[in-house]
């Protein structure tokens, strides 16, 4: 559910602000480096750090399961895995503007209870 719902904002350099929506305001979002803060000026920082080098990214999510939060909250959390296809604005040290990462990732969905919807409280994501 979340992999749906993150991938295709992720994959748009234009939908900043919906990219943001995804999260809830004391989201703990770490992407390959530091944590954010909790707040939208620290994921607009992450999300433009994202898009520094990289002209597009296309995701494929291989799998998806169930986990536990480590809280026993009343969170829906999941480990997400699979592999992201990035065209760089510049050749890279071997020359190529191509490159493809492995990642998995771990989520934590929480509902809004102003919208009832479910938005990321806390996602943490590592490449291989």
Same mark, same amino acid.
């Given at each position: 559910m979340a992999s749906c719902l993150y991938k295709?904002?992720?994959?748009?350099?234009l939908r900043a602000d919906e990219w943001? %929506?995804?999260?809830t305001k004391d989201a703990f979002v770490n992407i390959g480096g530091g944590p954010s803060t909790p707040d939208d000026t620290s994921l =607009?920082?992450?999300r433009k750090s994202m898009w520094k080098d990289v002209k597009t990214r296309k995701h494929t999510v291989t799998r998806v399961f169930p986990a536990t939060p480590p809280d026993n909250s009343n969170d829906l959390a999941f480990a997400t895995f699979g592999s992201v296809k990035l065209e760089l604005r510049a050749a890279d040290s071997d020359g190529s503007t191509h490159r493809e990462k492995d990642w998995s990732a771990y989520g934590q969905?929480? %509902?809004? =209870?102003?919208e009832g919807v479910y938005r990321l409280a806390h996602y943490h994501v590592y490449f291989g």
């Open positions: 295709s904002p992720s994959e748009d350099s943001v %929506k995804l999260f =607009q920082a992450i969905l929480r %509902k809004d =209870q102003e």
